[in-house]
């Protein structure tokens, strides 16, 4: 089974403060991507990467950077983190397929920003 | 990437068939269909996917009429732990890295 694992399940920071979340993939997938999920407003994308040092924005990067040095690995970064980043983080690893990309997804970790 | 549109909710009672449709007027010939379905508090999993016509695995089917504008994904014999939010996305595999997640179906089953 493909395994998606996130560094923590809940994370409470304060204003300002650099936040780095963490995702690992273990089934050797090229792709991987970042979201968000807040009430209402479905998920939304932030940045993928389609290989390592590579990266792409999403629907919406402002706020935030990523880092890919190993394949297995991709970072999000909150440069200074604000009330309007609390949100649920999803991190996802997918293959390419003739029906476009089967994402399996972490199980989230739920940012609260003070 | 062909837009979505699916009811904002549903309710069902447990043992009943759930239909859920999806449309997608902007499909392209190269998409497919994706369905993923997600519990509280955990990630989206993906849960069939489809070109045309039927496809049915153990979870779910999932019926493409031919003109492929919408489809359908049904549930059969829904229980409590159906309650999710189903997703419909549509895409393909040519040279497309994203996929774009709308706001999904909220179903809930009542005992």
């Known amino acids: 089974d493909v395994k998606v694992t996130q560094s923590s399940r809940y994370l409470v920071k304060r204003t300002g403060e650099k936040v780095f979340l963490e995702c690992v993939q273990d089934?050797?997938?090229?792709?991987m991507f970042w979201y968000r999920q807040d009430p209402g407003l479905g998920l939304r994308l932030i940045y993928f990467s389609y290989d390592v040092k590579m990266k792409e924005k999403g629907d919406i990067p402002e706020g935030y950077s990523v880092s890919r040095e190993k394949k297995e690995r991709f970072s999000l970064i909150l440069e200074s983190a604000s009330t309007n980043q609390t949100s649920m983080y999803l991190c996802?690893?997918?293959?390419?397929?003739?029906?476009?990309?089967?994402?399996?997804f972490g199980p989230g970790t739920r940012l609260l920003v003070l | 990437l062909a837009k979505t549109t699916q009811p904002i909710s549903m309710d069902s009672y447990e043992g009943q068939e759930v239909n859920i449709t999806c449309s997608h007027n902007n499909i392209a010939t190269n998409d497919y269909i994706t369905w993923y379905q997600q519990f509280p508090s955990q990630g989206p999993r993906f849960i069939i996917q489809g070109y045309k016509t039927k496809v049915t695995n153990e979870v779910a089917s999932l019926f493409i009429p031919a003109d492929r504008k919408s489809s359908t994904l049904s549930l059969p014999r829904v229980s409590l732990s159906d309650t999710a939010v189903y997703y419909c996305l549509v895409g393909s595999g040519a040279g497309s890295y994203q996929l774009t997640f709308g706001k999904g179906t909220k179903l809930s089953v009542i005992p």
């Open positions: 089934m050797d997938h090229e792709n």
């Open positions: 996802a690893s997918s293959f390419p397929g003739p029906g476009g990309e089967t994402q399996y």
